[in-house]
């Protein structure tokens, strides 16, 4: 019988960071975007914090979001979902999601599941036109 292959390479991570125009934030994430490795670091609820807006009173939520997946060498389903869910949720807030860096093997999986035509990606972070 044979094994199947798991990977000890990099955990996942997710960095929130401003973006350099005030109404926009960016989430660099690294690591594998799988439901193993997203949840062996954070906590469901943690990750679905993250992703969440959260704003003082009489501030401005981000008019756009920028998914930095330069350092995601491959997603599953659950990331995937991650990200179609995240780009309900600006969507339902009136905020651009746009996701830059997306390697060759995620692009794939993009386009098997048909949502490369729904969502906006770039070539890298500095490419993201910012109104």
């Known amino acids: 019988m044979t094994e199947p292959q798991v990977s000890q390479g990099t955990a996942f991570n997710i960095e929130r960071k401003q973006g350099k125009a005030p109404s926009t934030v960016i989430f660099r994430l690294s690591g594998p975007f799988t439901a193993r490795s997203m949840y062996g670091s954070l906590t469901p609820l943690a990750l679905r914090d993250l992703f969440n807006f959260q704003t003082l009173p009489g501030e401005q939520p981000p008019l756009v979001n920028i998914l930095d997946l330069t350092s995601v060498p491959y997603m599953d ?5 991650m990200i179609v869910t995240h780009y309900v949720h600006c969507q339902g807030k009136g ?3 746009i ?4 390697s060759p093997r995620v692009l794939e999986l993009f ?7 729904t969502l906006p990606t ?4 500095e490419e993201v036109d910012i109104p």
């Not at 389903?77 to 979902?81: N, R």
């Not at 996701?99 to 997306?102: D, P, Y």
């Open 99 to 102: 996701l830059a860096g997306v």
């Open 111 to 117: 386009k098997m599941t048909k949502v490369d035509t």
């Open 77 to 81: 389903s659950s990331g995937l979902g």
């Open 122 to 125: 770039v070539t890298t972070v």
């Open 95 to 97: 905020i651009r999601l």
